[in-house]
Every structure is written in structure tokens, then in C-alpha cells.
């Protein structure tokens, strides 16, 4: 039987490690096309490019990882690769691994979670996955079940319309993980704050600094979960209508 | 009693005629901000610089539109405008008036919309507001809604946890439009392609191009009421957890 082409991207970046490790893993029982930004595009949520033109070149490293990088976000390497890279159509998506969890309001502004919206909006099965951390990464874990999430994905199907968000405590060895938790999105958020600096010519200029203020205690909540070293899957749909609120809305009379 | 304070952004950009037929209406009913990219920044989705300072500059225009041109995206702009510029919270957000719907799959990728998002995230009643034509724009029909909307928001409050993305035809006179409809996120997406050509240097580049796929027919369906004449409100939420899905999920075992 032929093997499964698997698409791999992130939005960290084709230089990633994370993307690295993700790759070794998938290769193992997968075809793999590697489709990544040139640079780092974290924070690029679900933007592509209209106004500039892309460009896609050739990526090698240590031999054995080639892919192609591209000077655009992670949803355009998605839709790139599926128009004009890939001679078919593959199998699946995965986007990772992340530098740092993408849960709560982070899947809003996550270009790792945008990837595999804009796979499952091409009608390619997908997920991203991210480990919870920004220092000291073990990707391991987080490259295996990826493995294993691929091969059930692959036997199963995904609900239809339905893509997955995974992110992986940041663990020595995956027997210090709990288990897997399927969870939903999470309502933390950010208290940000803009760091007013003075460049070199006197100009001002802000910094985005903040910390995320944890808002959830449930257990079926992604990030808590994952503090309880749960691997938390949340499947995810793009159909943002807030569709209890239309019977208050159409009471309205707009006048 | 103090005018309500009202912050406008769009992805147009601060040079852009929609922005300024907004500012025009609504500062008759309303203290008005603007905070608005210094270029255009059309499906930024729901970016945020995180990499890159933000720089933040005056404008002005004809002498009576003011406003701030940051060098980020819509969201960008939301958050700084909250944190940083702004003197009190505001009471609401509008971005816009864009150029061209946001309906369907454009709801993903617009930076009209995603400053609505943001000001939601931030507890900021707010709407996003599109004129559905790229060429002969007539904004004084949405701006004049924007303002109905504007006051019964104010006076009703929107639910919690939503906010509107309202799409408005392109017409002559108000006396053509149907009415409003309160809608929800349609399913069109599109049938893209990249234009691959070479530059004077012999590399290639690629333009993203394509069309959109109509593919609802139901009355309260964002294009759909739209193509009827209608006004189209549809509220929205971040929440993209596919909950219908979740019991199907937590049967996986994942092994």
C-alpha cells in the first residue's frame, strides 16, 4: 500500500526544531512534504498574503530534512503547498511542533492553529500541536503521539468539519504524562501591556509584553488539563455565529 | 450626560475613504477615536506583532478627522488604542467601513472582523462593518447604520460574549436596501489558484488569486441575505470548540 503524504508546517519557522523533531517522527510512516514560513510567523493568526507576491524556495538540513520555505504565513504555505507544490493531495496535515501551547485565546492568535483550520477548510484532515513550553523542549512526546494521532486519524476519520488543537505538556519522559484529554477551548486571556521605549534617534516605540491570566477550572478545559500534565485535544470548527444569541438578535428592530 | 467614546479601526488602513465616511457619521452621535494601520493590512486574520515594535504616529485629514497610524495590524491596533493611547475605555469598537463582504470564509481571514473580535476579548461591545463591492462604494448607507446599530447597542447591550459582523449592499439609496437580517456565518468558500509568473530577475514569484464558491442557499445565511438585499448582522464568539464533537472524541483511545 502506497504510503500516506502527510504536509507539515508551522509558524515558527522551517529552521524550527520543532518542526524538526515532528518530521523524524513522521517519516517514519509517513511521506512527508514540508511547507514552512522562511521566518518565524508566530502570532499570525488566520492572515494570508493578497497584497505581495510569494516566493517558495528550497530547504535542506543535515540531509535528510528537505522542504520548502515560503515568505508568507503559515495558512499560505498550507494553501501554496495544496495549489501549487504538492503533485496530490495529502492525506493529512499536521502543524507543529509549537514553541509554547496554543490554548484559550491563543487559538485565536495562534499561526500554528490557523495551519490546520486552513487544511480543514481545503477538506484535508489535520492538527497542530504545540508543547507548553519555551525553554528546555523534549519533543519526543509530543512527536510520538503525534505518530499516533496521525495513524487513528488516518483508520477513524476526524468528525466531519472537525480539526484538532494538541498541546503536549513539556515533559523528560512521556511517563510523567497523566494521559490524553479531549477538552474544549478555554476562556483564558491576556492582561498585555505595551513597554513605551525611546530608540537610539529619540523615537518611541511599544513592545508587547503581558501574561495570560488563567480563567478556567474545569477539568475538560484545555489548559487545565495540561496542568494536571494531560495531553489536552480539543477539536476545533470555524463556524464562529454565535448561534445562541440569534433569536435575542432577530427581536431586534435595528431602528 | 458625556458622549459615549467610540474607537474606529478598519484593515484598510487609516488612508482609507471608509474609515473616514465612518468617522464622519459617527462623530455626530459620538466621541470619536481613531487608532488604524499606516498601511493597508487586508486578511491579517487575526495577527498580532509580537516580533516587531509597534510605532504609532499622527493623522490628520481635511482638518477634521484625527487619528493615530500604527505599524501593525487591526487587532494590533485595538490593543494598543486600549492599552496605551486611550485616555478611558472605550464604550465601543467599530472597524471599518471595510471594502468588500466578510462573509463565510472571509470572516476567518478579515482584519475587520478580528478587530471586532479583539475589542470582544477586551470586554468592548463591538461590530465590524463591510460594504459588499470593490468598486463604486457608496458608504453612506452603512455609515447611517452604523449608527442605528451603534445607539441600540448602547442602549440594549449586546449579549455576552458577542459581537456583530454586519455586511451591507452596495446601493445607491437606503430606499433599495430589503431590510436587515440577522444571519449566520455562511459556508462559501473559496476556489483559489496561484498565479505563477517570473520577475525581471528570472525567479518566480506567485499571486494568490481565485473566486468564491456561493455555497448556501438558506434565507438567514450571511451572502445569501446579502444577495437579496438585505443588511446582514450576524453575531458572533471565539469559542471554536466543535462541541457536538466531543463525545465522539473522548470514546478515542489514542493508542
Chains 1, 2 share one sequence.
Not at 505581495?52 to 543535515?62: A, C, D, I, T, Y
Not at 488516518?154 to 511517563?175: D, I, R
Amino acid at each position: 500500500m502506497k504510503k500516506p503524504l502527510v504536509l507539515l508546517t508551522n509558524d515558527d519557522g522551517i529552521f524550527a526544531p520543532g518542526l524538526y523533531a515532528l518530521h523524524q517522527a513522521i517519516s517514519e510512516v509517513a511521506e512527508v512534504a514540508v511547507v514552512a514560513p522562511d521566518t518565524e510567523r508566530s502570532a499570525a493568526g488566520h492572515a494570508i498574503t493578497i497584497a505581495n507576491p510569494l516566493r517558495v524556495s528550497s530547504f535542506e538540513k543535515n540531509g535528510s530534512f528537505f522542504g520548502h520555505a515560503v515568505n508568507g504565513t503559515p495558512a499560505d504555505c498550507v494553501k501554496i503547498a495544496y495549489y501549487s507544490i504538492l503533485e496530490r493531495k495529502p492525506d493529512a496535515v499536521i502543524s507543529g511542533i509549537n514553541f509554547g501551547s496554543n490554548t484559550g485565546i491563543n487559538v485565536l492568535y495562534s499561526g500554528t492553529v490557523s495551519a490546520a483550520t486552513e487544511a480543514n477548510i481545503l477538506g484535508i484532515p489535520s492538527f497542530a500541536v504545540s508543547l507548553t513550553t519555551y525553554t528546555n523542549p523534549n519533543f519526543k512526546p509530543a512527536a510520538d503521539f503525534s505518530v499516533r494521532l496521525l495513524r487513528h486519524i488516518l483508520e477513524n476519520k476526524l468528525p466531519e468539519g472537525t480539526f484538532l488543537n494538541v498541546n503536549v505538556p513539556n515533559v523528560a519522559h512521556e511517563s510523567e504524562l497523566a494521559g490524553v484529554k479531549v477538552t474544549r477551548q478555554g476562556k483564558s486571556k491576556y492582561k498585555d501591556n505595551y513597554d513605551r521605549r525611546t530608540d537610539p534617534r529619540k523615537h518611541v516605540y511599544y513592545w508587547l509584553t503581558g501574561y495570560k491570566l488563567d480563567a478556567d477550572e474545569e477539568d475538560d478545559v484545555d489548559d487545565v488539563a495540561i496542568s494536571k500534565g494531560y495531553i489536552s485535544v480539543t477539536p476545533l470548527q470555524y463556524d464562529m455565529t454565535a448561534y445562541e444569541t440569534l433569536d435575542t438578535l432577530k427581536k431586534w428592530t435595528f431602528d
